[in-house]
């Protein structure tokens, strides 16, 4: 679960590796392909992360959170990005050629039947929902039949998490039979930041003491703008064998 990290990475920015990993991992369990398009809803750091990396890997990507400064936020790497439902499903229609989405992923959290199965109509046929945020999972059975949709979860970073003989006693997975493990995402999501293919530095929000981390949690919540936090660890506070 390490990776080198480049001189010319800003080393703020690799502290969210373990989040990179996670974004990373909801889109290989989309299966997203070379052209094929996305809907990520909810944009929080994950959701935004995840937008990034589809659009580098060239796929058409349409963002949607309710929150007015995410969606700008996410306008600065992405022109599609939007908090009124109108609009987005416009913009689904004009990016597939009116066929629905490939997948859409959801970062929300929540109460989750209106959010699935407004999903339901705007995937093609056969078409994904990736769930990645804590959303309950109650959704309309004929929605799904009708485009025998997949609903799908993504767990973490990978291959390898919750694992203890990958994660504790470092056994490694094949490469040939497990070709993107947990510590691998890690490392594509570095790759990512030293070639500029994306850029986690506008998300930080706040760099704060480590003993301040309580204080920073309460920054969070419903209607919050805060993205992300590094926690900054002095040399005095290693120095007494802080984590």
């Not at 499903?89 to 959290?109: F, K, N, R, Y």
């Not at 973490?156 to 694992?163: E, F, I, L, N, Q």
């Not at 530095?201 to 704060?208: A, C, E, N």
């Not at 920054?219 to 064998?241: K, M, W």
């Amino acid at each position: 679960l390490t990776a080198i990290v480049p001189d010319r990475v800003d080393p703020q920015e690799a502290a969210f590796a373990g989040l990179g990993a996670i974004a990373i991992h909801a889109l290989r369990v989309a299966d997203l392909r070379f052209g094929e398009s996305a809907v990520v809803v909810g944009l929080g750091i994950l959701g935004q992360m995840i937008a990034q990396i589809a659009h580098a890997a060239a796929c058409p990507v349409a963002g949607f959170d309710l929150n007015p400064e995410r969606v700008q936020g996410l306008k600065r790497h992405i022109p599609y990005a939007y908090d009124n439902q109108e609009l987005l499903e416009e913009q689904i229609g004009i990016m597939t050629g009116g066929h629905g989405a490939d997948s859409v992923i959801l970062c929300a959290s929540g109460p989750g039947e209106e959010l699935i199965n407004s999903s339901m109509g705007w995937i093609r046929d056969k078409g994904k929902i990736v769930i990645v945020g804590d959303l309950s999972m109650t959704y309309a059975r004929d929605r799904m039949f009708g485009k025998e949709a997949q609903v799908l979860i993504s767990r973490a970073g990978g291959p390898g998490r919750y694992d203890a003989s990958y994660e504790l006693r470092n056994t490694d997975y094949p490469i040939g039979f497990v070709r993107w493990t947990e510590g691998r995402n890690i490392a594509e999501y570095i790759r990512l930041l030293a070639e500029g293919r994306i850029s986690v530095k506008p998300l930080i929000s706040h760099v704060v003491p480590v003993d301040e981390a309580g204080k920073a949690y309460e920054r969070y919540g419903p209607g919050s703008t805060t993205l992300g936090t590094i926690f900054r660890y002095d040399s005095e506070a290693v120095g007494t064998g802080a984590d």
